[in-house]
């Protein structure tokens, strides 16, 4: 059955914002893991940010300033707030989840992730 389900891709101009939101039917009662990759074509999956049960969120270098995750519990909705944005974000948006601390080392590494989405499309035109 399908787990994690985003939305909120679409096409914006370079500078504009995008709120992406990802849906999950997860329930996780010890330590979790939440968070957001993206693959560009012809390019690997790179991690962007995560966040933890405890709401403590980390992001890679190249996103922070300008995306912001976050997490509503009362529907179980992970969000990415993405502002700023360059062409360079083009790009297949994923969810991710996995059933570790996001803080014992291997958040940035795609396959310590169970739980994947199937996806949201972000372009950015220059």
């Known amino acids: 059955q399908v787990q994690l389900v985003e939305s909120g891709g679409g096409s914006v101009q370079a500078g504009g914002s995008l709120r992406l939101a990802c849906a999950s039917s997860?329930?996780?009662?010890?330590?979790?893991?939440l968070g957001w990759f993206r693959q560009a074509p012809g390019k690997e999956r790179e991690a962007l940010a995560v966040?933890?049960?405890?709401?403590?969120?980390a992001y890679v270098d190249f996103v922070k300033g300008r995306f912001t995750i976050s997490r509503d519990r009362a529907t179980n909705t992970l969000y990415l707030q993405m502002n700023s944005l360059k062409a360079e974000d083009t790009a297949m948006y994923y969810c991710?989840?996995?059933?570790?601390?996001?803080?014992?080392?291997?958040?940035?590494?795609?396959?310590?992730?169970?739980?994947w989405g199937q996806g949201t499309q972000v372009t950015v035109s220059a």
């Open positions: 991710v989840a996995g059933e570790f601390d996001c803080f014992d080392g291997s958040w940035s590494v795609a396959s310590a992730f169970r739980y």
């Open positions: 997860l329930k996780f009662s010890g330590d979790h893991c």
């Open positions: 966040r933890n049960k405890y709401g403590s969120a």
